[in-house]
Nanobody, 119 residues
Framework: QVQLVESGGGLVQAGGSLRLSCAAS????????MAWFRQAPRKERELVAS????????YYADSVKGRFTISRDNAKNTVFLQMNSLKPEDTAVYYC????????????WGQGTQVTVSA
């Protein structure tokens, strides 16, 4: 069983940046693809970005391409999401996920971290 804990969310002005982190425990981190999803109020959960288990291939939703970067540190069992040029429409709860599907959805989920972007 994999446990995932996100951190790094918060309130930021439009145009600003945030870096989300997700620490994994309880499993073999390097054997899982990792992904970030988000869910805004009254909207379905959507896949934002994924990275393959060895950190090579990445996937990004069209809405975040060129602004967000997913990365992972297998030595530290951590995946990151660097979010730049944030927009109010990026406001959502962001979830970390781990599993063997590509690019998503996945089997294991964190509890989520709130990101709020003010205009």
């Amino acid at each position: 069983q994999v446990q995932l804990v996100e951190s790094g969310g918060g309130l930021v002005q439009a145009g600003g940046s945030l870096r989300l982190s997700c620490a994994a425990s309880g499993g073999t981190f390097s054997s899982y693809h990792m992904a970030w999803f988000r869910q805004a109020p009254r909207k379905e959960r959507e896949l934002v970005a994924s990275i393959r288990f060895r950190g090579g291939r990445q996937y990004y939703a069209d809405s975040v391409k060129g602004r967000f970067t997913i990365s992972r540190d297998n030595a530290k069992n951590t995946v990151f999401l660097q979010m730049n040029s944030l927009k109010p429409e990026d406001t959502a709860v962001y979830y970390c996920a781990a599993g063997t599907n590509w690019p998503g959805p996945q089997a294991y989920w964190g509890q989520g971290t709130q990101v709020t972007v003010s205009a």
